[in-house]
């Protein structure tokens, strides 16, 4: 059965391989997925360059250790090379362990977020509460899409800033398919946007997809754009995904009781502000990582959200646009196809 493993870290696509891997079995609670297709998101070549390894070295509660865990409690450790790529997708559940949730979802096609096993592969095995039943409606390539970033977004915008109606909303990386939804989430419920783009040429485009403002990724003219757009207030929330000195005007851009939420580090660069850029409009700033949050949300509230989310991507307001579909034995097209500039939608592997 094939699959995509990673060899080694720090060495990008030249340490992934395609194996030979059977995953076994289900055990207790858990499901064994057939699976049709999964995307390559940024956050999948953060597994093959050790960024997430190199981040959580770095976190108090792993100091000094060589098991790393995104949890102070260990419950979540996090593997070490070989293992299989891949955070997310869509397949068919052809077999359960034991367990009443495992054994409902046998035969039904569901969208999975991976915990340990990757989904870059025919068949992969995840925890039976890991994997969403998705409706007709949704087609093979949405369903596979589900977790990363339409569940980023509507998190972030919904459940962390908790935005109004009123509140400006500034986006950097607007271009890209989560900027893209949050935009659109800003026309459904009606609050403002500011779109922040290196390429002057996705105006018109992210103004039709209902940005308010669409404004240059310049850290030296940022924070006057912002003051522009906004009549002189600022931004009640910010998104960035930056970081460096485009992050750092970001966080001068917002207003008073203002909220900066940090999901990336497309830059690769560290943010550095002054403290009383913070202490004067009294404002806030979060970090943001997915399998973490979800972590530590009550069964309902992930629920709740999902529901939301889906229906969301069925009305097209948290829609991805793919780009292109690969088989898993042309792996490395894939990966340099996802990783190209300017790239518009996601790339996917396709397994049947």
């Not at 367990?99 to 999975?112: E, H, N, Q, S, T």
């Amino acid at each position: 059965m094939n699959a995509l493993e990673l060899a080694r870290l720090g060495d990008s696509i030249d340490g992934v391989t395609r194996v030979d891997r059977d995953p076994g079995a289900p055990g207790a609670g858990r499901v064994r997925v057939r699976m049709i297709a999964a995307p390559i998101h940024p956050s999948d070549l953060n597994w093959v360059d050790g960024t997430y390894h190199d981040a959580l070295r770095r976190t108090v509660w792993n100091l000094g250790r060589g098991d790393l865990a995104f949890d102070p409690e260990r419950t979540r450790p996090i593997a070490d090379p070989p293992y299989v790529l891949g955070v997310e997708g869509v397949g068919i559940v052809e077999s359960a362990g034991d367990g009443f949730l495992a054994k409902r979802l046998v035969g039904r096609r569901v969208a999975i977020s991976a915990d340990g096993e990757g989904t870059y592969r025919d068949v992969t095995i995840v925890d039976a509460k890991r994997a969403l039943p998705v409706p007709r409606t949704l087609s093979d390539e949405a369903a596979s899409m589900i977790f990363v970033n339409p569940l980023t977004a509507y998190a972030i915008v919904h459940e962390v800033l908790r935005v109004r109606r009123e509140d400006t909303v500034l986006i950097t990386a607007a271009g890209s398919a989560l900027g893209r939804m949050v935009i659109r989430l800003g026309k459904s419920y009606g609050f403002e946007t500011i779109a922040v783009v290196r390429r002057p040429e996705l105006g018109d485009e992210l103004r039709r997809d209902g940005a308010t403002h669409v404004i240059a990724a310049d850290p030296m003219r940022l924070v006057e754009a912002v003051r522009d757009a906004t009549r002189g207030a600022g931004a009640n929330h910010a998104l960035d995904c930056v970081g460096g000195a485009l992050g750092t005007a970001v966080i001068r851009s917002l207003t008073v009781d203002g909220h900066a939420v940090l999901y990336g580090t497309l830059s690769r660069e560290p943010i550095e502000l002054a403290p009383r850029d913070l202490m004067m409009p009294v404002a806030r700033v979060s970090g943001f990582f997915l399998p973490t949050w979800l972590a530590r949300q009550s069964l309902f509230t992930k629920l709740r959200v999902l529901r939301a989310v889906t229906s969301a991507i069925g009305d097209g307001t948290l829609a991805t646009e793919v780009a292109a579909t690969f088989s898993l034995d042309r792996h490395r097209e894939a990966f340099e196809a996802a990783m190209r500039p300017g790239t518009r939608g996601k790339v996917l592997f396709r397994m049947r």
